[in-house]
């Protein structure tokens, strides 16, 4: 999916159990949000995915709903936003895996990804060059926040939280690797 403009979704799902598997995305924009994808929905999947250089308001992926069990094996680079350049999820239970977050900027929070619901998970994912006001790899509102195993890499704030920000109690963070991060 290439080149399109929407008020919010290139591709636009109100629905459950959706999955986007070995998809590209690149220079979509959306007046509002979710520039490549706009899901209202639970249980959403996203896997072996690319998207680069698109444009929302609030996240190039714009997920609202619970238990999104996996974004796996896909990368999110120079996306642009406000909130959440890459990702940006209203929902519990989220899981992100061996996923790649390279130069994204949100103007506000979150420059991969923005997350706003409990008990999000992030395992083995590298976070590079992102740059937000708030949390250039990821900002997170809720409680029970997992990172193990990512790498955190020469991300930017103006404010706080360079390579993460966490506003919630029980976080939990094991074997990771933070480097150059302002």
Do not use: C, P, W
């Not at 520039?35 to 995915?49: F, Q």
């Not at 619970?66 to 996306?79: A, E, G």
């Not at 998970?121 to 900002?139: P, V």
């Amino acid at each position: 999916f290439y080149n399109h403009d929407a008020a919010n979704g290139t591709v636009y799902i109100k629905g459950n159990d959706a999955k986007i598997i070995d998809s590209n995305f690149k220079n979509n924009t959306a007046e509002e949000s979710g520039s490549a994808i706009y899901i209202i929905g639970n249980r959403t999947e996203i896997d072996h995915s690319t998207f680069e250089e698109n444009e929302a308001l609030n996240g190039t992926v714009f997920i609202k709903g619970d238990n999104t069990k996996i974004i796996h094996d896909s990368m999110f680079k120079k996306n642009d936003a406000v909130n959440g350049a890459g990702v940006f999820i209203d929902g519990k239970d989220t899981i992100i895996s061996g996923s790649t977050f390279e130069q994204n900027r949100a103007t506000n929070n979150g420059g991969g990804v923005y997350a706003d619901g409990d008990d999000l998970s992030i395992f083995e994912s590298t976070f590079k060059g992102n740059n937000a006001t708030n949390g250039a790899g990821a900002y997170v509102e809720g409680h029970g926040t997992e990172v193990s195993r990512s790498k955190f890499e020469s991300n930017n704030v103006t404010n706080q939280g360079g390579a993460l920000f966490v506003d919630g109690s029980d976080a939990y963070f094991s074997n990771n690797n933070f480097t150059n991060n302002e």
